[in-house]
């Protein structure tokens, strides 16, 4: 079995820029830079001839390439407790239009379709049991943070490896977007 997911992985200037703000965050376990990406689907547990399947299916994607922005900082709570911080990413159609054809792709290749609303997003850090009283000063601090656009040329499929000291992503495979003449 592979841990299966598709993602938008992010040029190295823009990781950097969110890693400035990783600091001073009480309880937080920081994602590494080099794993930092904003995934689009999350498939799970996938065997690896369906994993070919997935990725043959994937490539048959057509989508135009965009640009993205990431401006200020999020949290996602469970009963008052936050367990993330992320970057927040500016509204786009072209990221909104994908993320679409890849849950259809998903959802045609037999996986249930996502119950969640895509929300996009960076993932900084994750935390545990953590009131958001706690971290409100950061939240403020950091809300500041704003990248200015980049391109996005492709999206891909990652397997992740659970494992002491966070996940390991590989990437399998890469799929460029269709870019128009200017």
Known sequence: MMRLFVALPLPVDARAQLSAVQSGLVGGRWIDPQNMHLTLRFIGDVPEPDARDLSLALSEIHAPAFDLSLSGIGHFDRRGNVHSVWARVGKCDG?????????SVVVRAGYAPEQRKFTPHITLARLKDTPLERIGPWLEDAGV??????????????????????AKYTELAAYLLIKFAE
């Open 145 to 166: 943070l704003s990248v200015p656009p980049f391109p996005v040329p492709e999206f891909a499929l990652f397997q992740s490896q659970l494992g002491h000291g966070g």
């Open 95 to 103: 990221l909104t239009h994908l993320q679409a054809k890849i849950e």
